[in-house]
């Protein structure tokens, strides 16, 4: 199991990205949580098997419609979520 937190810059706000994020997750076995960020950027923090976080993460930046609103990413590896289930829009 790892973990990764993701900030995503771009025009990432009101264009519904927490909600497809969301949605994404489920065709994952991953759990962890989205949020907005005061700045515009969106951060996320998602738990899974390597190679399900990986995918998860590239499916969002490369293949999603998302990937027209995203200018920049960082991702950098954190501390496994505790307790962590399903994914979840923090507000």
Known sequence: MIAKRVIFEGRVQGV?????????ARGFEVCGWVKNLPDGSVEMQ????????????????????????IK???????????????FRIER
Not at 16 to 24: A, C, E, I, Q, S
Not at 46 to 69: D, Q, Y
Not at 72 to 86: F, K, V, W
């Open 46 to 69: 998602v738990t899974g098997e390597a190679g399900e976080v990986e995918a998860f993460i590239r499916e969002i930046v490369v293949e999603s419609p998302l990937a027209r609103h």
């Open 16 to 24: 519904g990205f927490r909600y497809t994020v969301k949605d994404l």
């Open 72 to 86: 920049n990413h960082h991702a950098g590896r954190i501390p496994p979520l505790d307790g962590c289930t399903g």
